[in-house]
């Protein structure tokens, strides 16, 4: 296949406009902690269908182009870092629900007063798993005991027509151990699939998958459900926050992207740049790059009022798999990666 350059951007826009916010109250933080809540009875919101469309479109695209590299291919490898139950009830939307499409990158995630419905959609375990040409290794990995019997009532229905290893614990400690599992997968490649609630996968844990030269990831970057909750306006972000964001980024630099410091009357004040999502998408899209090789075009993912909540993104090391992500995340809205700034001559 040919291949066509990504479209990029600037990396670093003018910063024309900022964002000056007195502290917020208790309560303010309090109701960002409840935001940021997941579904306890483990439903999920009519977007999911785009994100799990798209997952799966991309699988097919993968094991296709795989299908036939038995010379060289000693076998591939899916892993579900957030696993979830195998199917999921969608969440209704009230009829009296009026859309409202916002900026790509506004701070606060419309919230809808959801009711209930009838209608399941298939979790990631089995679109995974239902692909035309199905992957010769499955890991599930899930934290929640219930969720973990569910997907190894899953694994039995399948039989012995999948491979399918079923981990309870932590994302990114069973990542890890999947990776130290073999001495050295030459010859081996694999999907790794990243879609938490929040920032629950460090930097470090990517750098790891990304130094294989194998693994190639699809990944949630949760700027509005997550993210920008921790940026409070006045950049007098709580140490454990602050540490939080370090290590989901794997640097402390995300405040140069978000934040600004000017000179007034009154001393030095710390503001919150209007344009802090769109700048920390492409920085993290930019480090993905550098760390994988190839990055994708990120694709926004919006609630029923038009409110972003997340972006997709790939990243991997092979251009032949940035083709077929490119043409699938590429269908909805996107950003790219930003083109680094020559080195001036001096």
Same mark, same amino acid.
Request: a positive charge.
């Given at each position: 296949?040919?291949?066509?350059?990504?479209?990029?951007?600037?990396?670093?826009?003018?910063?024309?406009?900022?964002?000056? *916010?007195?502290?917020?109250?208790?309560?303010?933080?309090?109701?960002?902690?409840?935001?940021?809540?997941?579904?306890?009875?483990?439903?999920?919101?009519?977007?999911?269908?785009?994100?799990?469309?798209?997952?799966?479109? $991309?699988?097919?695209? #993968?094991?296709? *182009?795989?299908?036939?590299?038995?010379?060289?291919?000693?076998?591939?490898?899916?892993?579900?870092?957030?696993?979830?139950?195998?199917?999921?009830?969608?969440?209704?939307?009230?009829?009296?629900?009026?859309?409202?499409?916002?900026?790509?990158?506004?701070?606060?995630?419309?919230?809808?007063?959801?009711?209930?419905?009838?209608?399941? *959609?298939?979790?990631?375990?089995?679109?995974?798993?239902?692909?035309?040409?199905?992957?010769?290794? $499955?890991?599930?990995?899930?934290?929640?005991?219930?969720?973990?019997?569910?997907?190894?009532?899953?694994?039995?229905?399948?039989?012995?027509?999948?491979?399918?290893?079923?981990?309870?614990?932590?994302?990114?400690?069973?990542?890890?151990?999947?990776?130290?599992?073999?001495?050295?997968?030459?010859?081996?490649?694999?999907?790794?699939?990243?879609?938490?609630?929040?920032? &629950?996968?460090?930097?470090?844990?990517?750098?790891?998958?990304?130094?294989?030269?194998?693994?190639?990831?699809?990944?949630?970057?949760?700027?509005?459900?997550?993210?920008?909750?921790?940026?409070?306006?006045?950049?007098?972000?709580?140490?454990?926050?602050?540490?939080?964001?370090?290590?989901?980024?794997?640097?402390?630099?995300?405040?140069?992207?978000? $934040?600004?410091?000017?000179?007034?009357?009154?001393?030095?004040?710390?503001?919150?740049?209007?344009?802090?999502?769109?700048?920390?998408?492409?920085? #993290?899209?930019?480090?993905?790059?550098?760390?994988?090789?190839?990055?994708?075009?990120?694709?926004?993912?919006?609630?029923?009022?038009?409110?972003?909540?997340?972006?997709?993104?790939?990243?991997?090391? &092979?251009?032949?798999?940035?083709?077929?992500?490119?043409?699938?995340?590429?269908?909805?809205?996107?950003?790219?990666?930003?083109?680094?700034?020559?080195?001036?001559?001096?």
């Amino acid at each position: 296949m040919g291949w066509i350059p990504a479209q990029i951007g600037r990396s670093h826009p003018r910063r024309t406009r900022v964002e000056r *916010v007195s502290c917020n109250s208790s309560n303010g933080m309090q109701s960002r902690r409840r935001m940021t809540k997941r579904k306890s009875d483990g439903t999920v919101g009519p977007w999911a269908r785009e994100k799990l469309d798209a997952l799966g479109e $991309y699988l097919n695209f #993968y094991t296709t *182009v795989l299908k036939n590299q038995a010379h060289w291919c000693r076998g591939t490898v899916f892993v579900d870092a957030f696993a979830g139950p195998g199917k999921s009830k969608v969440r209704a939307i009230p009829k009296s629900s009026e859309p409202k499409r916002e900026d790509f990158f506004d701070d606060v995630v419309p919230m809808t007063d959801d009711e209930e419905g009838d209608e399941f *959609v298939n979790g990631s375990p089995r679109v995974a798993l239902d692909i035309k040409n199905p992957f010769n290794n $499955y890991f599930f990995i899930e934290r929640d005991p219930q969720r973990v019997a569910e997907l190894r009532t899953l694994a039995g229905d399948y039989g012995d027509t999948r491979k399918i290893v079923v981990k309870e614990g932590d994302a990114s400690a069973e990542l890890l151990a999947i990776l130290g599992s073999k001495a050295n997968w030459s010859g081996y490649r694999g999907v790794i699939f990243v879609d938490p609630f929040g920032m &629950h996968i460090p930097w470090s844990t990517l750098e790891a998958l990304a130094k294989t030269r194998v693994f190639e990831i699809i990944i949630n970057f949760p700027l509005g459900m997550a993210i920008q909750r921790f940026l409070i306006r006045h950049g007098e972000i709580p140490a454990n926050w602050a540490a939080t964001l370090d290590d989901f980024f794997g640097s402390p630099d995300w405040r140069l992207h978000a $934040y600004e410091s000017s000179d007034t009357l009154f001393g030095s004040d710390t503001v919150k740049l209007a344009d802090s999502g769109k700048r920390l998408l492409e920085w #993290y899209l930019g480090r993905l790059k550098d760390a994988f090789g190839h990055v994708s075009p990120a694709r926004l993912i919006r609630n029923t009022q038009g409110g972003h909540l997340y972006y997709l993104i790939w990243a991997g090391p &092979h251009p032949k798999g940035l083709d077929g992500a490119r043409a699938i995340l590429g269908k909805g809205d996107e950003v790219r990666a930003p083109r680094k700034r020559p080195t001036a001559k001096r």
